[in-house]
């Protein structure tokens, strides 16, 4: 099964609809960054990231 990326949030799972913040996610993604401690990056900071996790850098509808 693909990974898909959430359309907002940026978040990478495998489900339908996002488990941090329950928008649609899409399949169409590019890019990866992996954030272990969001509290201390400044990249995770950038991008509005709080949650640990793997997020897309791009997401297309
Ligand atoms: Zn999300």
Redesign the pocket.
């Known amino acids: 099964m693909a990974e898909r990326a959430?359309?907002?949030?940026?978040?990478i799972s495998y489900d339908k609809k996002?488990?941090?913040?329950?928008?649609e996610?899409s399949s169409d993604w590019s890019g990866l960054i992996v954030v272990t401690d969001p509290d201390n990056s400044k990249l995770a900071e950038e991008l509005n990231i709080t949650m640990p996790g793997r997020y897309a850098l791009k997401v297309n509808k």
């Not at 959430?6 to 978040?11: D, L, N, P």
């Not at 996002?18 to 928008?23: A, L, T």
Request: aromatic share 8%; glycine share 0%.
């Open positions: 959430c359309q907002r949030c940026k978040y996002c488990p941090i913040c329950d928008s996610t």
